[in-house]
């Protein structure tokens, strides 16, 4: 998987390369690379109103070449993943002036991955299998048909890319998502202590790595 870096001056460059005849969504890339059809790429989105750049993944539907007799510029038709509904719905959110800058702005940057994972309820014995599908310092989403209701403690047990031991974390249950084929829960991460941030913070930098030298 490649990862490409789309820049927006503003939210209406945004608008005018956003292809919404795709059937989840996605953008027209600028670029003279050559990516055949049907390859997975990540693109790193960067907006004003983002604090942060925004990872989405996606797959080449075309490619087009640059015409100068017929003003057309050389490109890929980038189609997001179903998964990343929730970041389309938030980016288009963001350009169509429905959200305020302020609003936009997310504190940790999350990184889209599939990721198994063992999760439970503190205190009690039944380990349900998962996914997550994206994670940051501040917290993951849970791929989950079951969803513990918001406020629910949890712990996630993690073992990353090439490890041999899982990393436990504690979080709470922030919201519920009942989309059909995404459903889950947003957790955010709680740390008892500084040693307990610095640890996460690594865990996440190392997840990273692995995803990005795979690209």
């Excluded at 693109?43 to 080449?60: F, K």
């Excluded at 997001?80 to 970041?87: D, G, H, R, Y």
């Excluded at 490890?163 to 249950?173: D, K, L, P, Q, S």
């Excluded at 957790?187 to 930098?205: A, P, Q, S, T």
Aim: hydrophobic share 35%; aromatic share 6%.
């Amino acid at each position: 998987m490649r990862v490409l870096t789309a820049r927006y001056q503003n939210r209406s460059e945004f608008l005018e390369r956003y292809e919404p005849s795709f059937r989840h969504g996605g953008v027209f890339f600028p670029t003279r690379k050559v990516i055949e059809p049907g390859e997975p790429v990540m693109l790193d989105i960067r907006l004003p109103e983002l604090r942060d750049h925004m990872l989405v993944r996606g797959t080449v539907l075309w490619r087009q070449r640059g015409k100068r007799n017929k003003n057309q510029r050389a490109g890929l038709g980038i189609e997001f993943l179903a998964a990343e509904q929730a970041k389309r719905d938030h980016l288009l959110s963001l350009a169509r002036g429905e959200l305020t800058a302020s609003a936009a702005q997310r504190r940790h940057r999350r990184l889209p991955i599939e990721l198994r994972v063992d999760w439970r309820i503190p205190h009690l014995r039944e380990r349900h299998a998962s996914l997550v599908g994206d994670i940051g310092t501040g917290g993951a989403f849970l791929r989950t048909a079951q969803p513990p209701k918001p406020g629910t403690a949890v712990v996630i047990e993690l073992c990353p890319p090439g490890g041999t031991a899982a990393h436990v974390i504690e979080g709470r249950v922030a919201w519920q998502r009942h989309t059909p084929g995404s459903e889950g829960v947003g957790v955010e991460f709680r740390c008892r202590d500084i040693g307990g941030m610095r640890r996460l913070r690594e865990l996440v930098k190392r997840i990273e790595r692995h995803e990005l030298v795979a690209a």
